[in-house]
């Protein structure tokens, strides 16, 4: 008999939290440079901006609001994901198929996108909100209080502004990060050269994080935009066809810092569920 652990359906929610108080910062740099309308800054210019105008703290704005979204979207995710994996794993005496897992994840990633608009919203709304002048800024006091606000300044249907590309986001950036960090964790056991520790953890991760950033892009700045948006888009297509107006690299914006937040994100993320998974998991005894 062997013994194995498998992790507990809110073990990602609270492992994503985890590695967003760390990337936070680069979240926030990488919604101002998709929200700007023309390429005035990069990366390291717009952090500058941030910390001259107000403050290191600044670059912490809207905090409250990513871990709200990390309780919601991507609990959710890993919690359907994890779930039937194991089930399907117990049941079928062995590892699902990719293809199953990719189908898995889609579906996961678009039940949490859904979830965690609002929360996303109100994330992207307060790191945003630091750069605009004085007399514009919303000013929520923290997640809660931009829900509520939202909810009653512009009714219950802003709320979920976006839903359609934080879903779609949200089932490709899944996709990247869950079946892909389950298969290359598999290739990379399956060449018995390196064991079930650390550093096998870090390399899958490693390759999901690059795999999620690329698939995601051009609806991550879709999303950004419809999100932040004072009523200027009719819809989904509007912004599309607004944003295509600037260059197919238009899609592309903060690339470079969504990389550098979503691949260090990625592999926090799971380095942490592992850990949860090794000494807090369910215990499971197979023959």
């Known amino acids: 008999m062997a013994e194995r652990r498998v992790s507990r359906w809110y073990f990602g929610g609270v ?19 998709q929200t700007q309308q023309e390429v005035k800054m990069r990366m390291v210019g717009m952090a500058m901006q941030v910390v001259r105008s107000d403050g290191v703290i600044a670059l912490y704005s809207g905090l409250s609001a990513s871990l709200c979204r990390q ?16 089930t399907r794993g117990s049941e079928q005496k062995g590892p699902m198929p990719f293809y199953q897992k ?6 996961g990633g678009m039940t949490g996108g859904f979830i965690g608009t609002p929360a996303d919203m109100v994330n992207v709304r307060m790191q945003n909100d630091v750069k605009l002048p004085p007399e514009l800024r919303r000013n929520y006091a923290h997640a809660l ?6 909810w009653r300044e512009e009714g219950l249907r802003k709320l979920f502004s976006g839903a359609s590309m934080a879903s779609s986001r949200g089932a490709l950036v899944t996709v990247g990060q869950l079946p892909c960090y389950d298969q290359a964790k598999q290739l990379i056991l399956s060449t018995g050269v390196m064991t079930d520790n650390v550093l096998t953890h870090f390399l899958a991760s490693l390759i999901a994080g690059g795999c999620a950033t ?11 935009r419809l999100m932040n948006s004072k009523g200027e888009y009719r819809g989904v297509i509007h912004c599309v066809m607004d944003t295509a107006k600037l260059g197919l690299m238009a899609f592309y914006k903060g690339l470079v810092p969504a990389g550098i937040r979503l691949i260090p994100h990625t592999v926090l993320t799971f380095i942490v569920l592992e850990q949860l998974r090794l000494y807090f998991g369910i215990r499971v005894i197979t023959t």
């Not at 492992?15 to 440079?33: E, Y």
Request: contains cysteine.
């Open 71 to 86: 309780l919601s979207y991507s609990m959710t995710r890993f919690a359907i994901y994890d779930t039937v994996r194991n």
């Open 145 to 150: 209080d931009g829900l509520i606000r939202v």
């Open 214 to 224: 690329v698939l995601c892009q051009p609806l991550d700045v879709m999303k950004t």
């Open 102 to 107: 990719v189908l898995l994840g889609a579906f």
């Open 15 to 33: 492992a994503s939290c985890g590695a967003a108080c760390c990337t936070h910062p680069l979240d926030l740099i990488k919604v101002h440079l």
